[in-house]
């Protein structure tokens, strides 16, 4: 007998089909734009879906079983699964350690199991795969966050993912500097723990690389091929996990979640108020650019985000607005994520810690005492940096040195003659457009402050001080490539959620209808594509000549709104007796202009990419294709333990000097190479002489060098029973081989342009 559904069947049915989309709708569409920008850029479909299956039940899933273990009580089911895959992140790192240490890193795709086999069989873990969340996500709340990772995905493919192919398809293809060490990093990983200088084999390699030992772990669990991890997928993965984190942590903590969503914006959408070409970044940027040139920024906050809001649960702000608390389990937390931070970045500790000593300070000299938690986390995050310092970095400074002000001097120059007023003056203009090209996002920092009559509760002052802490830090110190920048975008995770609560605390006041709502939104984001217009159709030029010449324009735009503000203040009078829905609501329409002033900042770097090919308007190094073929030819024939001997060392030559920045062949072959470029090893930065400095041991890089031009048996003998070296690879265009290599070791692959020689 066939049963009929009647209409009182199908009316539930068809709820909850759409309520289910409406649910999940934005993370859908969200996952399908990025999936096709992806594959639009080359990247395979089988790659796509093998590293979204990795991502999904390789450490999604145990983390979230482990996190939800953790917390107290369920909150939404997104921050369950940002927070469970910044704990799977730790998991694998732990189990890539583990794995590789036993020589077994072929069997790394199986540590999931240790947690789902668990989760599964024992009946109190099992609860956890089922859970009822007591509040539902609003859909606008949503909609927003996935249009800014869509959005911020659209900004990587055309300053990132566009220019740069997997692998190189021309001898002209040129890559930013960086990237090639970051892959012979991640490549190294593939089979070493701890990790030596890729580029010199046997030298440890003191430094934080816990982000490209996560990229390798990623390429060995999935099966896909490393360069396809890095130059395709793990950037738009950890750009959008820690876009998700930000609104999660800064709903949890403020207990709002526009909050939340606030904060992901200011950090994924608004750029550096810069009025800017695109090419020159003044005193560097918080997250365009550097999320692709430096992967492991993105990385620390991916951990550095979570770490804060285990923090502020510990710190005396168990649940707000309604979020439940983490509960004890926040400790826990606390130590899993100070223990990944040691090695993930290495400006992350210092700004945690200060804002730590600047919150116990405050606390002590305004209130007389201190949260009973504040001690014992402190003491956890000093013995971290401490652990991070004595055995991660081997008391390295990688060239770090106390050189007050090293970022602002260039623009501040010298002048003979110039008087002492003029001095104070220029001084103080470059330091102001710092302020207003990296901190201006922060302004809601000031409406929060102003709210609360400067009268804060111990999270607002942690946030506080890590906002203030990472520019200070950042001002105090030098590195001569500029890389105490780090500070300031550690920094800048308190920040925009300091800044994100102060202006939701502005909305709340406001009370805006829904209609008031959106015509601010509209209003802010007409006011964006004005100033992007504006920025496009003329941008700044400067020859750098006087020193201070470049902050002009950016002085110059902020003067110009500063005076249109100004105006609309005398005008404000006559504006709410017209308007009377604006009275009382000026304060939040000149904090939300000035939030959005950088929204150029992301397109203009982005149009910088059309007109520079191969990424140019960043330092960039050849990176031709016949190289490549050759270093994955290695990759594919030889064993992971294999060395290998190369006779190109430099960049390039200037009055005889080598800038010995050659990183191709320990990037793509994915081997130890016994004396490639040493540039970046840590004990050679900060050196007198930069990248030209010589190479430490003249012997091993005669003996290295010697095999190529001048090879004996006993030699290359040497080669191979000292220093295990397998390979030699030569690129022709540098120098051609001696002929009697041929007849000392078989050649096994070679081109017009290349060779590899096998040793016996």
Not at 139 to 152: D, K, P, S, T
Not at 431 to 454: D, I, K
Not at 608 to 636: D, F, I, K, L, T
């Amino acid at each position: 007998m066939t049963t009929l559904a009647t209409g009182d069947d199908v009316a539930p049915a068809t709820t909850a089909r759409r309520a289910a989309v409406l649910r999940f709708g934005p993370a859908l569409a969200c996952y399908a734009v990025v999936a096709a920008i992806l594959l639009a850029a080359g990247t395979p479909a089988v790659d796509l879906l093998r590293y979204t299956l990795y991502a999904a039940l390789a450490v999604v899933l145990p983390g979230t079983l482990v996190y939800r273990s953790l917390r107290s009580g369920p909150h939404t089911l997104v921050e369950d699964l940002a927070m469970g895959a910044a704990v799977g992140l730790v998991l694998e790192l732990g189990a890539w350690a583990g794995f590789l240490a036993l020589g077994a890193g072929s069997w790394l795709w199986c540590w999931p199991l240790a947690v789902l086999v668990p989760y599964a069989a024992v009946p109190r873990l099992r609860r956890h795969w089922r859970v009822s969340y007591p509040t539902r996500v609003p859909a606008g709340w949503a909609w927003a966050l996935a249009a800014v990772i869509a959005g911020f995905t659209c900004y990587l493919s055309e300053s990132f993912l566009r220019l740069n192919p997997v692998l190189p398809t021309s001898e002209d293809q040129a890559q930013y500097i960086d990237l090639a060490f970051q892959l012979s990093i991640a490549g190294a990983a593939t089979h070493q723990v701890p990790l030596d200088v890729p580029q010199v084999a046997g030298e440890p390699l003191h430094y934080h690389w816990f982000g490209f030992a996560q990229m390798a772990a990623s390429s060995l669990v999935s099966g896909v091929d490393l360069p396809t991890v890095f130059f395709r997928l793990v950037v738009p993965a950890w750009c959008a996990l820690a876009a998700v984190l930000v609104a999660v942590v800064g709903w949890r903590i403020t207990g709002r979640p526009v909050a939340g969503v606030v904060a992901a914006g200011l950090m994924f959408t608004v750029g550096e108020f810069g009025f800017e070409n695109g090419v020159r970044q003044l005193f560097g940027t918080q997250a365009t650019f550097i999320v692709w040139g430096s992967p492991s920024m993105t990385y620390s906050w991916v951990l550095l985000l979570p770490l804060i809001a285990a923090v502020a649960a510990v710190l005396g702000r168990p649940g707000a607005g309604g979020v439940p608390a983490l509960g004890r389990g926040a400790w826990v937390l606390v130590v899993v994520f100070l223990a990944a931070s040691t090695g993930a970045k290495a400006s992350s500790l210092p700004v945690l810690l200060a804002a730590l000593v600047f919150t116990a300070a405050v606390l002590l000299v305004f209130r007389r005492r201190l949260p009973r938690a504040l001690l014992p986390v402190a003491a956890a995050t000093l013995a971290a940096q401490l652990f991070a310092t004595a055995v991660l970095f081997a008391f390295e400074s990688h060239g770090v040195t106390v050189d007050p002000f090293s970022g602002l001097r260039p623009y501040v120059g010298a002048a003979p003659g110039r008087s002492l007023l003029a001095t104070v003056v220029i001084w103080a203009a470059v330091l102001v457009a710092f302020l207003l090209s990296l901190q201006l996002r922060l302004a809601g920092v000031v409406a929060l402050l102003r709210r609360r009559r400067y009268r804060l509760e111990p999270v607002p002052l942690l946030l506080l001080g890590g906002a203030l802490a990472g520019p200070a830090i950042y001002l105090l110190v030098g590195h001569p490539g500029s890389s105490n920048q780090y500070f300031t975008r550690s920094g800048f995770a308190f920040g925009v959620l300091l800044s994100a609560w102060g202006y939701a605390e502005l909305l709340d006041r406001a009370a805006l209808s829904r209609r008031g709502a959106v015509l601010l939104g509209l209003g802010a984001a007409g006011f964006a594509a004005v100033l992007t217009a504006v920025q496009l159709r003329h941008p700044a030029t400067a020859t750098g000549r006087p020193a201070y010449e470049p902050v002009l324009p950016l002085l110059w735009w902020a003067g110009a709104l500063l005076v249109a503000v100004l105006l609309v203040a005398l005008c404000w009078p006559a504006l709410t007796g017209r308007w009377p829905g604006l009275a009382g609501r000026g304060e939040l329409l000149l904090i939300t202009a000035v939030l959005v002033a950088g929204a150029p900042g992301l397109v203009t770097d982005a149009a910088a990419g059309r007109r520079y090919p191969n990424g140019g308007a960043y330092a960039v190094v050849p990176m031709p294709a016949s190289r490549v073929e050759a270093a994955r030819w290695v990759r594919a024939h030889s064993d992971p333990a294999d060395v290998v001997a190369t006779n190109v060392h430099c960049r390039q030559v200037v009055d005889g000097w080598c800038d010995a920045r050659s990183f191709w062949l320990s990037a793509y072959a994915e081997r130890s190479v016994l004396v490639e470029g040493w540039a970046f090893a840590p004990r050679m930065v900060g050196l007198p002489g930069g990248p030209y400095a010589p190479f430490w041991d003249a012997e091993r890089l005669r003996a290295n060098d010697a095999a190529f031009t001048a090879p004996t048996a006993a030699g290359l003998a040497d080669l191979r029973d000292r220093w295990r070296v397998r390979w030699l690879v030569v690129d022709r265009t540098v120098a051609v081989e001696s002929p009697e290599l041929a007849r000392l070791a078989d050649l096994r692959f070679h081109t017009d342009r290349t060779a590899v020689y096998r040793l016996r």
